[in-house]
């Protein structure tokens, strides 16, 4: 690639301002000074310096975030409205970066911000059946019949109906009784659909897991970070279910 563009994907400054530093002789590559922003650069095989400090030992042409997803925030890149979750992420080292799916405005809870195009069609092929586990807080009880329809699958209002999902019951931190949902595709509105076609309303709405990925309790929401080299395998593995 281009030495302007990989300074820029450092997050260095602007291109302008990137032509300055070059033409300032602030950037060696292999112990060369390049004067030239054109230069061909491979951050795999050639040691880059801005300043005498080392801009490839750390290098990785993917990045990957885990958000905790605050309400009021809407899954795009863009809006000319509302705030984005990569309004969020601000570490000015990253381009491209893009969420992977969506969860609506008002819910909760953990999404991948990355770069990196075949994950991220890995995690959303519908083919993959990745697993997406959602916590379901419900205007009404849900009954054991309700849990039942949920697990046949149930119409939408789609052409199809959902496909066979995982529901059960369980406490929550403060001992009250809450629905998971587990899901292995990613409809519009879907989990709230769901609830509406067996006759109850969903409240309030977090998700706490893709694929074998989990939200941790250290994340608070609205926080985001780097994920691990543990967490990324984890998202990278098959989907054994």
């Known amino acids: 690639m281009r030495l302007d563009k990989f300074l820029s994907d450092c997050g260095l400054g602007t291109r302008k301002q990137l032509k300055e530093y070059i033409k300032n002789g602030m950037v060696t590559v292999d112990g060369n000074i390049i004067s030239k ?8 095989k050639n040691e880059i310096l801005f300043s005498g400090e080392s801009l490839t030992e750390n290098y990785s042409e993917f990045r990957y975030y885990i958000l ?29 970066l893009a969420p992977v799916g ?11 911000i990355t770069n ?9 092929s519908p083919k993959k059946h990745v697993e997406k586990e959602y916590v379901v807080y ?7 019949e309700d849990i039942r329809k949920l697990e046949e699958g149930l119409d939408i209002g789609d052409e199809e109906p959902t496909l066979p ?3 059960f019951i369980k406490q929550d931190e403060n001992g009250e009784e809450t629905l998971h949902l587990i899901l292995h595709e990613g409809r519009f509105h879907q989990v709230k659909r769901m609830l509406l076609a067996v006759g109850n309303e969903v409240t309030f709405l977090r998700r706490i897991r893709m694929g074998k990925l989990s939200l941790t309790g250290d994340l608070k929401v609205g926080e985001y970070r780097e994920l691990t080299k543990e967490e990324l395998s984890l998202l990278q593995e098959k989907n054994t279910d």
């Open 37 to 44: 922003p054109e230069f061909a650069v491979d951050p795999n």
């Open 68 to 96: 905790n997803k605050p309400q009021g925030v809407v899954s795009a890149t863009k809006d000319n409205h509302d705030k984005t979750v990569l309004d969020l992420i601000d570490t000015g080292l990253d381009k491209n």
């Open 102 to 112: 969506r969860l609506d405005k008002d819910t909760e809870g953990l999404l991948i």
């Open 116 to 124: 990196d195009g075949k994950l991220t069609h890995s995690l959303l």
């Open 138 to 144: 419900t205007r009404d009880k849900v009954l054991d």
């Open 165 to 167: 999902a995982k529901a």
